[in-house]
Nanobody
């Protein structure tokens, strides 16, 4: 079993930056990918980005491409979501997700059902 703990959320003005962290604990993470999703009030959870745990390749939703960057530190079982040029529409609860590594490897993983473990979420609020 893997537990995911996010940190780094908060309140920031439009144009500002935040970095979210997602630490996996319980055992050494050996899945295929970690992802980030977000959910704003009254809206469905949406894909933000994902990173391949083996080679670090990434994929982002169009609206954050060029502003958000996901990186990983395999030794620390941690991935990071660097968010720059934040906009009010980025306001949401951000969730980290990880797959179990069971089954076939596939890329990319952009649906919530592609992931087996979830963090508790961290609030990001961008003021205008």
């Amino acid at each position: 079993q893997v537990q995911l703990v996010e940190s780094g959320g908060g309140l920031v003005q439009a144009g500002g930056s935040l970095r979210l962290s997602c630490a996996a604990s319980g055992r050494t993470y050996s899945g295929y990918a970690m992802g980030w999703f977000r959910q704003a009030p009254g809206k469905e959870r949406e894909f933000v980005g994902t990173i391949s745990w083996s080679d670090g390749k990434t994929l982002y939703r169009d609206s954050v491409e060029g502003r958000f960057t996901i990186s990983r530190d395999n030794a620390k079982n941690t991935n990071y979501l660097q968010m720059n040029s934040l906009k009010p529409e980025d306001t949401a609860v951000y969730y980290c997700a990880a797959d179990s590594g069971m089954g076939r490897s596939r890329w990319p993983r952009i649906r919530p059902v592609d992931y087996d473990y979830w963090g508790q979420g961290t609030q990001v609020t961008v003021s205008s």
